[in-house]
């Protein structure tokens, strides 16, 4: 019975041994798996969105909101032109807008297309948009952004170039007293306005001028001098002779007689309220008139020139007669005198 159990014992220890000889052999003889290569996968490259702008072309972003920025309806490729509004300089509440750029190309817009939710979630109230322009043009735009607001205003695509720029280079004003006003943006060259053989001399305007300081242009003055002088001695006063002031009494007398107004100070600046009161006025004056006007305007402050308002197209030019403080105020007249004595050749001239 011991021996039967030992001649199992002995085949199964066989028969897993040969098992064990086939499962080894079998594993050696089995070919080595092969190595796959890795697959990498290459990232496409990112397209480079400035790659195509042309030569001395620059892309600069502005921020607007829901009204400069057309209601988030811009895209891409779309047209503009860019206003720039600032406050009007001299006025107490007035803007002025200028077109500073025309037919600008949107080249992106980032963040405008939010839903309406989510810019109540948000509270995003700005968005920028890039604009495609020239450099000297950015640089300027970059400025103008700084300092005033900015609008943009949609274009036409088909609309012809030269019909832009013929109807888009007037800047606007509006005022509270005044309203809207359009400015031409060409320099005024008042020199243009001076009529042939005329000339145009600026005095100063005092607040009891006009009528109540109010000088318009178009307006008709007469022009008063004012001064203390009244006498001058000398042998037979020839021009470059010293003379000596020997009365000093106040004078007035109408110095020139319906002089047209061409401008004042309020009509030459931009926004200006022609119903203020002026400091300067310039005159319309004949080259006599000028000189007789410039030397009337003594710099020594002795001198008083003043304006008085008369009716337009009152070409009436009574004779008028100097008027003395003193014979004013005394009710009496002096006697002014002279007394021709003739030696010789000579004349000799003694006032009394």
Known sequence: ?????????????????????????????KPAPKKTAAIIKKEKPKPDLFANLSEGMRVITIKVNDVSGVSRKLKKGDI??????????????????????????VFSVAGGHIDIAKRLVTQKKSWTVSLLTERENAAMLTAAAKESDITLMLCNRSEKIEQAEEDGDASYIFTGNQGPQKLDTTDINFSKSIPLGMRAVSVKVQETDGVCGIIKPGDSVDVIVSCTVSKVAGKDMT???????????????????????????????????????????????????????????????????????????DSDMPKTETVYLSELMTQRKAYRNKVYVLKGVKLEVFPF
């Not at 019975?1 to 003889?29: E, N």
């Not at 000189?291 to 003043?306: F, N």
């Open 239 to 313: 021009p470059g002779e010293k003379g000596t002031y020997t009365d000093y009494r106040m004078h007035s007398r109408i110095l020139l007689q319906n002089i047209k107004v061409l401008a004042t100070e309020n009509s030459i600046k931009p926004g200006g309220n022609s119903s203020e009161p002026v400091k300067l006025a310039t005159l319309l004056v004949t080259p006599q008139d000028a000189l007789v006007l410039s030397t009337a305007a003594d710099t020594s402050k002795k001198t008083v020139i003043k304006l008085i308002n008369r009716k337009i197209n």
């Open 1 to 29: 019975m011991k021996k039967t159990r030992g001649i199992i014992a002995l085949v199964i220890a066989i028969t897993l041994g040969f098992i064990a000889v086939k499962a080894v052999s079998f594993y050696l003889k």
């Open 80 to 105: 503009v032109d860019v206003v720039s509004t600032t406050s009007l300089s001299g006025a107490e509440s007035g803007k002025i807008s200028r077109i500073i750029l025309k037919r600008v190309n």
